[in-house]
């Protein structure tokens, strides 16, 4: 199926009301794209990822764009440029990444979205900005609901459903008021109506990735659960998923994380870059929430919308989590009822070839 035809019909497509945000995307000539990154000058240049690289731009009104530009023309990278246009054109959603407009010309493949000043939570937590401290923990909770509020709407109330399947800390960008922006929909799948999971090629990046979908291929809602619930854990401890303990092993962050929790040291799972400046009480909730939705077995997982009550204060509803069993056990270094294996191997790890990062 061709690039046009299967957009052609987007325009038109319904769109729930919540957080809705007016569609005013358009069609770039190459040309107009070309002149606002100064021809994809390297220092343009955003960022880089499997599919190519992310330029910074200016168009003629002064408005400042980035442009996704994809490394090299296949049906592949088609049918991915084609299924993100799509899924961006069809969501309206204050914490969803908004579509400024596209350009297929020829080979070129280029996605405009509107510029997000403090770029991506990754930045912040482990890249450029991770220095200057600039997520206390009032931003950090905001990043955590309205980022689960956007995955909401893509799992509930868009028509039809959509799963991510790419859910991480460089994929939540950050606008000028360090508001989430969940964001890059080139793996995302639409799940029919009445459908639990659909089976595809495992695409993501380790140490996010469910089990079932690792293993099997079944992506569900469920797997970006798990894949928000390392986010979370993440956020609010400053660590990476996957922690290097030797050139030979790693250690994920849930395996360092449910000990302390069980014994409810929450000073030691904090970011020390918050130097103790946070609500214990939210703290505890985005921790435990986070395990949850990061249980090896999925019918443990809450569902997104949960999730959102649970960090918005559910008292009820974060009593049960609070209780469940997988708190209440210390002993979960071996792989017990959670699955769970305490180190990965870096041969291992070579092993999961996974889709591009």
Avoid at 115 to 120: A, E, I, K, V
Wanted: net charge neutral; aromatic share 8%.
């Amino acid at each position: 199926m061709g690039f046009r035809s299967l957009f052609c019909c987007v325009k038109g497509s319904d769109r729930k009301n919540q957080g809705k945000k007016e569609a005013t995307w358009r069609i770039f000539s190459l040309k107009e794209l070309q002149l606002a990154t100064n021809n994809f000058n390297y220092d343009n240049k955003l960022g880089e990822g499997g599919f190519g690289s992310v330029y910074w731009g200016q168009l003629w009104d002064g408005s400042q764009i980035a442009v996704k530009r994809l490394k090299s023309w296949s049906n592949k990278a088609e049918m991915e440029f084609s299924i993100e246009v799509e899924i961006l054109a069809r969501v309206r959603h204050k914490n969803l990444l908004t579509l400024r407009g596209y350009c297929a010309e020829g080979q070129e493949r280029l996605i405009v979205y509107d510029y997000m000043t403090n770029l991506s939570l990754l930045s912040h937590l482990h890249g450029q900005h991770s220095a200057e401290c600039h997520l206390d923990w009032t931003r950090r909770m905001n990043i955590a609901i309205g980022a689960a509020e956007g995955i909401a709407y893509l799992h509930h109330y868009a028509t039809p459903h959509i799963i991510h399947r790419d859910i991480k800390a460089s994929n939540v960008l950050l606008d000028s008021d360090f508001k989430a922006q969940v964001a890059d929909f080139g793996f995302a799948k639409f799940i029919p109506d009445g459908a639990t999971h659909v089976t595809t090629r495992v695409k993501g990046t380790l140490g996010y990735l469910a089990p079932e979908y690792a293993m099997l291929g079944k992506a569900s809602e469920s797997c970006d659960v798990y894949s928000f619930g390392i986010l979370l854990l993440e956020l609010a401890s400053g660590k990476k998923p996957l922690e290097k303990l030797s050139s030979t092993m790693k250690r994920t962050i849930t395996d360092w994380a449910l000990p302390l929790a069980c014994e409810r040291k929450f000073n030691e799972l904090a970011d020390p870059r918050l130097d103790g400046k946070y609500i214990e009480e939210e703290l505890k909730r985005v921790i435990f929430v986070g395990l949850i939705c990061a249980c090896n077995r999925p019918e443990k997982r809450p569902t997104i919308l949960e999730v959102v009550d649970l960090l918005k204060g559910d008292r009820e509803k974060f009593a049960a989590v609070e209780s469940d069993e997988m708190f209440k056990s210390t002993l979960v270094a071996d792989s017990g009822e959670n699955g769970r294996s305490e180190l990965i191997s870096d041969e291992k790890e070579k092993k999961q070839e996974i889709g591009s990062d």
